[in-house]
């Protein structure tokens, strides 16, 4: 029921981009993006809503194909402050119950 | 800024123990979540609420209960405690009604058991 996450890690070098993936096996009233460094509570980055809408983040962009329930996170022209584990969390139903069902994480670690 | 407390950060207890985690929430939220964070395994949902005096089962609710007097506390209790519920316990909160909301957590409660 989870939703799978690609890659599990990345290691990258400031300055270069990465795509993290999230694949759910339920039809998605919208996909959420959220952010979490060591010790530090899951921050919210991004949400997107079935029917196309997205909100969310200046830096970091992300897109949601709801015919095959999937998002990917676009992070491009990474900076040391993106690292962290980067988490996606599903809703399904009739929507804005707040019940995420979130996947696995992807830790990402940006280098100098 | 909405603001979610969780009264411990760290606890360590002995197997069979009682243990209460408390969360609360100072926005007035509608809906309140208890999540388990395990490496390789994500966030995982134990119990929810939607409202004071009731809650929902989650994804893993076996071992755990909760309650929810009060609007703002939710407080999830371990009845006896076992060495597999040793985790990290994030708990969150969520405005509901209409429009996008999303999840505010705490910072977490770590929980040694023995």
């Known amino acids: 029921q989870q939703p799978v996450q690609s890659p599990q890690a990345v290691i990258l070098r400031e300055g270069e981009d990465a795509v993290i993936n999230c694949s759910s096996s339920?039809?998605?009233?919208?996909v959420h993006w959220y952010r979490q460094k060591h010790g530090e509570a899951p921050v919210f980055l991004m949400i997107?809503?079935?029917?196309?809408e997205q909100k969310g983040h200046e830096k970091i962009s992300a897109s949601f194909n709801e015919k095959k329930q999937q998002s990917s996170l676009y992070l491009t022209a990474s900076q040391l402050s993106y690292s962290g584990t980067y988490f996606c969390?599903?809703?399904?139903?009739?929507?804005?119950?707040?019940?995420?069902?979130f996947g696995q994480g992807t830790t990402l670690q940006v280098k100098p | 800024d909405v603001k979610v407390t969780q009264s411990s950060r760290y606890l360590v207890k002995r197997t069979g123990e009682k243990v209460f985690l408390e969360c609360v929430q100072d926005m007035d939220h509608e809906n309140m979540f208890w999540y388990r964070q395990d490496p390789g395994l994500g966030l995982r949902l134990i119990y929810f609420?939607?409202?004071?005096?009731?809650?929902e089962k989650g994804d893993i609710p076996e071992g755990y209960s909760v309650s929810r007097e009060k609007k703002e506390r939710f407080s999830l209790i371990l009845e006896s405690a076992s060495t597999n519920q040793t985790s990290m316990y994030l708990c969150?909160?969520?405005?509901?009604?209409?429009?996008?909301?999303?999840?505010?957590f705490g910072a977490g409660s770590r929980l040694t058991v023995l």
């Open positions: 339920k039809a998605l009233y919208s």
């Open positions: 969150a909160s969520h405005t509901g009604g209409s429009g996008a909301n999303v999840l505010t």
């Open positions: 969390g599903t809703e399904v139903g009739s929507g804005n119950t707040g019940k995420l069902i």
């Open positions: 997107l809503l079935k029917g196309g």
């Open positions: 609420s939607y409202d004071v005096k009731m809650k």
